[in-house]
């Protein structure tokens, strides 16, 4: 994943456990106080949240522990590969660029695209020239590569 992606993850924790979790014990104390748990509403919300908070810690702890943080400004080649940014022409010259990014730091709205999605597995392995045919839910387009760059 790219640094940006694993800060990202890295603000969600600290979040998660500076944040949600003492919100989330103060509530069940809170809940634990009014009584008869077997029919209390909050009692059982709170600790379904706490169930949650700590399944979503538990995941980020895996894949930050497990991730390899790539700079994509330190590669290089005319290949499109994970942390390339590639601009592409569609059929009606319309000039679109993407990074290739992992699938925690997609957003299409700012240009980033996961490697796994349509479109940044038909990026893989291309060079500037290639043509390139995305299968998407709303058809086929055709795209050629007008640049790969690493920044």
């Known amino acids: 994943m790219l640094r940006s992606g694993f800060e ?11 944040e949600e979790r003492p919100a989330v014990v103060q509530a069940i104390e809170e809940a634990r106080a009014h009584g008869d748990l077997s029919e209390n509403a909050e009692y ?6 706490q169930g949650m908070i700590e399944a979503r810690v538990t995941e980020l702890e895996d894949k930050m522990s497990r991730a ?3 700079d994509p400004s330190k590669l290089s ?3 499109a590969i994970f942390g390339a940014t590639v601009t592409l022409i569609d059929e ?9 990014v992992g699938a925690d730091e997609a957003d299409v709205s700012s240009g980033r695209i996961s490697y796994t999605s349509p479109i940044g597995r038909a990026l893989i392995g291309k060079t500037v020239g ?3 045919e995305v299968i998407t839910p709303g058809g ?8 790969v760059q690493f920044v």
Do not use: N, P
């Open 130 to 132: 290639d043509e390139v």
């Open 92 to 100: 009606d010259d319309k000039k679109v660029t993407y990074q290739i």
């Open 77 to 79: 080649g005319e290949k």
């Open 8 to 18: 990202s993850l890295e603000a969600e924790l600290k979040r998660l456990k500076g």
């Open 68 to 70: 390899e943080v790539i």
């Open 44 to 49: 059982h919300a709170a600790k379904e949240r």
């Open 140 to 147: 086929e387009k055709y795209y050629d590569v007008d640049a």
